[in-house]
């Protein structure tokens, strides 16, 4: 693992541990040794950021394409909308928007300054968006980011990207595919991919309607 | 003046790599600690931002992602008078014995 992801050793090879591995691991010595924090209160903040995944987004999704009155409230007040589901967003400085994908209009989500992500609802954003390119390029070249993604709009389809901040974080509503008027909410779910809640791709077009 | 953290715009022909890598432990654990110290009172999201945009440049640019947590939240602990740099150094030191 660690010859093929430089930077990045695992957590076995402590020896090989970098630099900034060893002074996280240092740090959080500290602040147990000072009673500042606890190993236990640390394992149970990482079992929470891993409990969530886009699984949870997708549900929410799934949940707006099959009611329309939970759509309504999703665009016009998601914190409240999807606590209606259990998602707690336990920050209330930090504002959810939800944007929805038109015919006319397409979204794409990215943070220039670093790394804001709807945490709660998709986990851990992926690398790439976390990356320099994807930073630099989405706001001057959303199109070309897309097409790396596999995602052609039509030209005269609107692109608006929302660039988020530590204060206003966005998920993206994408459109259901057609074809999918008679999927249950659960397997409407299971079309909607993290990226497409990002913007930069659409949702699955299921095997059978994508053959039909 | 465009500071290192800036980045909208910034011209590069640079392609997106997709690939995800899996988080190290310690990676994982400086996240959460940074929640823990939150949830406490001990740091913000706004100062740990203003901690990250104030790295070197050329660090800024040649770290990792949780590295660059890991420099953000040292400075800001040093900051605060809860820690300092030597304390830090000795127990590194320590721990890789």
Redesign the interface.
């Known amino acids: 693992m660690s010859d093929v992801q430089e930077g990045h050793e695992h957590p076995e090879d402590s020896a090989e541990l970098s630099y900034y591995a060893q002074r996280a691991q240092a740090i959080e010595a500290l602040l147990e040794e000072k009673g500042l924090c606890t190993p236990e209160e640390v394992q149970q903040a990482v079992n929470t950021v891993e409990s969530r995944s886009p699984a949870d987004g997708a549900r929410v999704v799934a949940r707006a394409w099959v009611d329309p009155g939970f759509k309504q409230r999703l665009l016009a007040d998601p914190r409240s909308a999807v606590e209606e589901m259990g998602y707690i967003l336990p920050d209330a400085n930090t504002q959810l928007a939800v944007l929805e994908n038109t015919e006319d209009v397409h979204y794409l989500v990215v943070c220039t300054l670093c790394s804001c992500y709807p945490r709660n609802l998709l986990g851990r954003p992926p690398d790439w968006y976390k990356s320099l390119a994807y930073r630099s390029r989405a706001v001057i070249d959303p199109r070309g980011v897309m097409a790396e993604f596999g995602l052609e709009l039509p030209g005269e389809m609107e692109v608006r990207v929302m660039d988020s901040t530590a204060d206003m974080r966005y998920l993206v509503l994408p459109r259901r595919p057609a074809g999918t008027e008679g999927l249950s909410e659960e397997a409407l779910a299971r079309l909607v991919n993290r990226d497409s809640m990002i913007g930069v791709t659409d949702p699955f077009i299921p095997q059978a309607v994508a053959s039909a | 003046m465009t500071r290192v953290?800036?980045?909208?715009?910034?011209?590069?022909d640079?392609?997106?790599?997709?690939?995800?890598?899996?988080?190290?432990?310690?990676?994982?654990?400086?996240?959460?600690?940074h929640?823990?110290?939150g949830r406490?009172g001990?740091r913000s999201?706004?100062e740990m931002?203003r901690a990250?945009?104030s790295l070197p440049p050329e660090e800024y640019?040649s770290?990792?992602?949780?590295?660059r947590w890991?420099?953000a939240?040292?400075i800001l602990?040093v900051e605060k008078g809860?820690?300092t740099t030597e304390?830090?150094d000795r127990?590194?030191a320590q721990?890789?014995q």
């Open positions: 953290h800036d980045r909208g715009g910034w011209p590069t640079e392609s997106i790599d997709r690939a995800d890598h899996a988080h190290a432990d310690w990676e994982l654990r400086v996240d959460a600690l929640q823990v110290l406490k001990l999201t706004d931002r990250i945009e640019e770290i990792g992602y949780y590295e890991t420099a939240l040292e602990l809860i820690l304390e830090i127990k590194m721990l890789d």
